[in-house]
């Protein structure tokens, strides 16, 4: 007969729960943040080089990529644990409303000429509030501090206006960065280690 170390078995069910508490899928924090800071730090590069009007709409590549991506991301997930919690589900619809506003409200600025005025700051602080939220929902301290730094720079690259416009790209590069990819590998790392 087997002798079960009380210990063990919490600290094996937490890790599970922990790991149920995930928003249909880990990989989606590295997948944005990826994309975000990839498409935006090309866009930054080219406009500060090239200085074309179409170097504005660069950012839209990662949203032409990063939806159809996502979508098989979380149907993937969803066919293989078939459940998701109410924390999961409440993260996941903060972020999907996250991306559509971005993504709607860059378009609408970008179209009214306002982009290099408003949308890149509120993305970046959208991002940080996002995360932010989801590590208090996880308990998940790197979120935390990654979502309060990328809303802080968000807030921070609204003075950059003017000449200084263009800087607001790179700042959401940091941004994202900051708040989902390295929060991202972490929390990734400790679902792969069942903490």
Request: with cysteine; net charge positive.
């Amino acid at each position: 007969m087997e002798q079960f170390d009380a210990l063990e078995v919490i600290a094996r069910t937490r890790g599970k729960v922990d790991m149920d508490k995930v928003p249909t899928g880990e990989n989606l924090f590295l997948l944005w943040g990826i994309l975000t800071s990839t498409f935006f730090l090309i866009q930054f590069i080219l406009w500060m080089v090239l200085r074309q009007p179409w170097c504005m709409w660069i950012w839209s590549g990662a949203v032409v990529i990063g939806w159809p991506w996502m979508i098989v991301l979380l149907r993937r997930d969803h066919n293989r644990t078939h459940r998701r919690t109410h924390e999961a589900k409440i993260i996941l619809d903060f972020w999907i409303f996250v991306g559509a506003a971005c993504a709607v409200g860059g378009f609408v600025f970008g179209l009214a000429n306002l982009f290099e005025f408003f949308a890149i700051p509120l993305m970046s602080l959208l991002i940080g509030i996002g995360a932010f939220v989801t590590g208090e929902v996880n308990r998940f301290r790197p979120k935390i501090i990654g979502g309060i730094s990328g809303a802080a720079i968000g807030i921070g690259s609204f003075i950059l206006q003017e000449d200084l416009w263009a800087w607001q790209m790179l700042a959401l590069s940091v941004v994202s960065i900051v708040s989902l990819v390295i929060p991202g590998l972490l929390y990734k790392n400790r679902i792969k280690n069942g903490v």
